[in-house]
């Protein structure tokens, strides 16, 4: 009963919130700004340490604007977030473009199920609209971490849903896939793989962003087993709640390597992140191992 309380809570004042038009939600996101960055200093130690250690050549001011934009990034995708609860197909057509639909479809035709590489940069919870831009899969899911709070991991799973796709607990994801690919099901699957890897159980190490940096490849091992495609979605923000996602085929520069596809998609998202590194989300302990 508790829990249906707290969700009825957040789906009722998060779902008003969602009512507001764009343009007055970046008025509360203004708000958020000041609030994180100023008032709270939310993560600033993080922050600050992740922007120095990775980019050394840069002067204090030049790291200061750049902490500047990820707050600013990182409040909006707060109130974006919200309005997925109510945010039409039309709104969704006018504020993104997507670049590369057809190689999701040749590949799917191959009979290929499609590994799509991202990174938490700019808006990865828009990410699921690209789904409008290609017709020949299934289906397509997502690979997710469960919150400890239920009731709000249950309004995420619903914002998250906007453009129906499968969200598959993290820890189900192996089974899961390999089961659809058995099946000879048609499906693409987003992994969010720049997030913090245990460095007591993952003997992967590459250089990212200046910095030797443990990884996990399950993605990949996930993949090969299903004789998959790696795409990687480039993203790039055009206007204030205006992206531009690009799917790119994962091109290793060394099959040799261990991992090769994971390797080259680190090297894509720091090309990436160096074209505007604001839109990265600093305040993640990414290197907490070393």
């Known amino acids: 009963m508790c829990e249906k309380i707290k ?3 957040y789906r009722g004042s998060l779902g008003a919130l969602a009512l507001l038009p764009l343009p007055m939600l970046y008025r509360v996101s ?15 130690k993080v922050i600050r340490t992740n922007l120095r250690n990775s980019f050394p050549e840069k002067s204090e001011q030049e790291l200061r604007e750049i902490e500047k934009d990820f707050y600013h990034q990182f409040a909006d995708n707060i109130v974006e977030t919200v309005k997925l609860l109510h945010l039409s197909d039309r709104e969704v057509d006018r504020r993104i473009k997507v670049t590369g639909g057809e190689i999701v479809d040749r ?20 990410v699921p609209a690209i789904t409008r ?21 249950r309004l995420m799973l619903k914002v998250r849903s906007r453009f129906n796709p499968i969200s598959v607990p993290q820890k ?11 099946e000879g099901r048609k499906f693409i699957t987003g992994f969010i793989s720049d997030h913090r890897s245990n460095a007591a159980v993952s003997h992967h190490r590459t250089t990212f962003l200046n910095q030797i940096t ?10 090969d087993r299903m004789n998959a495609a790696y795409l990687y979605l480039d993203v790039e923000k055009t206007g204030r709640g205006h992206y531009h996602f690009t799917f790119k085929e994962i ?12 390797r080259r998609y680190m090297e894509m998202l720091e090309e990436t992140i160096r074209r505007r590194p604001g839109l990265w989300l600093w305040s993640h302990r990414r290197w907490k191992y070393q």
């Open 133 to 153: 831009h290609f017709k020949t899969p299934e289906f397509c899911a997502q690979v997710y971490k469960p919150l400890r709070d239920k009731a709000f991991d």
């Open 107 to 126: 590949l799917i035709e191959e009979g290929h199920p499609v590994v799509l590489y991202l990174g938490h940069y700019a808006n990865w919870e828009w």
């Open 30 to 44: 203004d708000l958020l700004y000041l609030i994180l960055s100023k008032g709270l200093k939310y993560r600033r």
């Open 251 to 262: 091109k290793p520069k060394d099959m040799e390597e261990d991992s090769p596809y994971t």
């Open 7 to 9: 969700y009825a809570l």
């Open 172 to 182: 189900q994801v192996f089974r899961t896939l390999i089961r659809w690919r058995n």
């Open 214 to 223: 443990p990884f996990n490849p399950g993605g990949e091992e996930i993949g």
